[in-house]
């Protein structure tokens, strides 16, 4: 039985060593008399900033300027002169409609002209002879009268031939369909070999929208138009210097800026909200007409304001809290207000006070009232998002872990 005491009795001894090698290191990690070292924490220190505040809002992108291409004279279609999705600019022939009626019309109408203005030519010289002999009473007034009346026509046949030459030159100049803006056409409706009329049912043979700034057209609410754009824009040159940013949908990282081109005149009552446009400048070309776009309205005017990282920020249940340094280094649960979202900090309406220490980075590893190492955040390096949050913590824990308001007893 002897050869089984010693055994236990050798195992009692090591888990005693044990025991107390681990008791002496977690003592030494205490510190003296016990007590957990200080949490080392970054924190930032809460000052007014300079803003502007911003709302968010769902718009679609629209061209500066659109043209529908349609024929304005009839006639068979014998060119396409651009490719699918080509750049043309304004004046760039597009389509081409069998020119040579048009051609024909031109060259009759010019005989036309010069048989008036023959006829015209005879009709003044007549009359002028007749304004001579009307003097000495060589002719009848009768006679003379007719002369004047031929006169007259013939001078009023050379505007008409000459009206028409206009026209058919204009027809001939139809019949090559050109661009009227510079832009990006589309494709080609009708193709070669195609017979197409004009007038008020002709077909469309393209569209072009200009590559030249677009617009993002979208609603603003009532209250944010009055509160953050009427009160301190009076005016479209003043409206005009509101920064817009603009976004498209799953391309977060892209961020286009541009400026508040106009504000409708009118709210709508059914919706309580107003029509505004603003306007890009598109240079890559990659912002294309009925896009859904997210647009970023700032307010007109800058305001002062205290901020906090969102980061900083965690969520107890439906409240918002965030955690602060005291004076003597312990920590504080702060319930605090937001406001809208600048620049990746939250805007504080209310909760916290300039000067405040709010916890950055270690949030994950303190409670209220414990004592932490605090050291302040010097560069903007520093303040980019670390990936940690405050944990939420339970109503009922962040009461129990509040400084108790002292008792009559304990005043005592």
Do not use: C, W
Not at 10 to 36: E, K, N, R
Not at 64 to 72: K, L, M, Y
Not at 179 to 187: F, Q, T
């Amino acid at each position: 039985m002897a050869r089984y005491i010693i055994p236990i009795l050798a195992a009692v001894v090591l888990l005693g060593a044990g025991g107390a090698v681990y008791f002496s290191d977690h003592a030494a990690a205490q510190g003296p008399g016990g007590a957990m070292p200080p949490t080392p924490v970054t924190v930032e220190t809460v000052q007014p900033q300079t803003v502007r505040l911003s709302s968010d809002f769902s718009g679609r992108l629209v061209a500066v300027d659109a043209a529908e291409i349609r024929p304005q004279v009839s006639g068979r279609i014998t060119e396409i002169k651009f490719d699918d999705g080509q750049n043309v600019k304004a004046g760039d022939v597009l389509v081409v409609i069998d020119p040579r009626p048009y051609q024909d019309a031109v060259a009759k109408a010019e005989a036309d002209v010069e048989s008036a203005r023959t006829n015209a030519q005879f009709a003044t010289t007549d009359f002028q002879h007749a304004q001579d002999l009307i003097k000495s009473q060589a002719i009848a007034q009768r006679m003379f009268d007719q002369r004047k009346s031929s006169h007259d026509s013939a001078a009023a046949a050379v505007k008409s031939a000459e009206a028409a030459l206009r026209q058919a030159k204009l027809n001939l100049e139809y019949a090559y369909v050109r661009a009227p803006i510079s832009g990006r056409v589309s494709r080609a409706e009708i193709t070669v070999g195609n017979l197409v009329q004009s007038g008020q049912n002709a077909p469309l043979l393209t569209t072009i929208v200009s590559s030249d700034g677009i617009y993002a057209d979208f609603d603003v609410d009532e209250q944010t138009y009055l509160a953050n754009i009427r009160a301190g824009a009076n005016g479209q040159t003043a409206e005009r210097q509101i920064p817009v940013d603009l976004n498209v949908r799953d391309d977060k990282d892209h961020v286009y800026h541009g400026m508040i081109y106009s504000f409708d005149n009118q709210i709508n009552p059914a919706t309580g909200t107003i029509r505004a446009r603003a306007k890009f400048k598109n240079e890559d070309g990659a912002l294309v007409p009925g896009m859904f776009v997210s647009v970023r309205l700032s307010s007109s005017q800058s305001q002062q304001a205290l901020t906090v990282p969102e980061r900083a920020v965690g969520t107890d249940q439906s409240k918002k809290f965030v955690y602060v340094v005291s004076p003597d280094n312990k920590v504080e649960y702060r319930e605090v207000s937001l406001g809208t979202s600048v620049n990746g900090n939250r805007i504080v309406q209310s909760g916290l006070l300039p000067g405040d220490k709010v916890i950055v980075d270690g949030t994950l590893h303190v409670r209220p009232g414990a004592a932490v190492q605090a050291t302040e955040i010097t560069s903007d390096a520093d303040k980019m998002p670390a990936g940690s949050a405050p944990a939420p913590v339970p109503a009922a824990d962040a009461a129990k872990d509040q400084p108790k308001a002292p008792t009559k007893d304990s005043a005592q």
